[in-house]
């Protein structure tokens, strides 16, 4: 009797099919699911890190001393009219805290050891311009929307604009402390001769 030889060859080119598939779908999964984590961890390792955190606090400090005046929202420059009208007040060492000079100096040393970045009117860095310090309201609705209509011009033409966009609004929420003002400091550092910047936020009384 003779044996009947199979022929497995179709056979074989489907299961190697069927295998092909299974694995590009696992590794689109993989793809699909692995890349917004790396960002998601990219991001926390910027925004509201332990530095920026400390330095912030520091500032924070400054800022609730009596050296500080906010104003009232009707008087023109004061913090208090910058921030209702333009949404941030942008924080000066030195105009901000107009009579004390041991505090202006504590103020500007802390900038520069704490590597926080300076842009000039346009946005563009440089020595020579304003340290990235800035006031706002607690909740950050009219700020967010400000910086999503003025994305790249001025002060959000850097990454300052990706970093309010992450923080939550705050709308429903009540500060525990009373407090009605937002601060938020832009570092700009480096690391494994890689540049980059770094942001932290923290809530102000006054």
Not at 13 to 39: D, G, H, R
Not at 49 to 63: A, E
Not at 156 to 166: A, E, K, N, T, V
Request: net charge neutral; charged share 25%.
């Amino acid at each position: 009797m003779k044996k009947i030889k199979l022929n497995n060859k179709g056979f074989m080119l489907v299961e190697t099919l069927v295998v092909t598939v299974f694995v590009m779908t696992i590794f689109s999964i993989i793809y699909t699911n692995l890349f917004p984590i790396v960002a998601e961890y990219e991001k926390r390792e910027t925004y509201d890190d332990i530095d920026g955190k400390y330095g912030i606090y520091w500032f924070k400090k400054i800022i609730q001393s009596n050296d500080v005046d906010f104003g009232n929202a009707t008087t023109p420059g004061s913090i208090s009219y910058n921030i209702a009208n333009n949404k941030y007040h942008r924080f000066d060492c030195v105009t901000d805290i107009p009579y004390d000079v041991t505090t202006q100096k504590l103020c500007s040393n802390l900038v520069q050891k704490l590597q926080v970045a300076k842009r000039d009117s346009s946005g563009k860095e440089t020595d020579a311009g304003n340290p990235c310090i800035y006031l706002t309201t607690f909740k950050l609705t009219d700020l967010k929307e400000r910086a999503a209509a003025e994305t790249g011009t001025g002060i959000f033409s850097g990454d300052l604009p990706g970093y309010i966009s992450f923080l939550p609004e705050y709308r429903n929420t009540v500060s525990l402390n009373g407090a009605e003002y937002r601060l938020i400091v832009e570092y700009h550092r480096t690391k494994d001769d890689n540049n980059y910047y770094a942001y932290s936020t923290i809530e102000v009384k006054k």
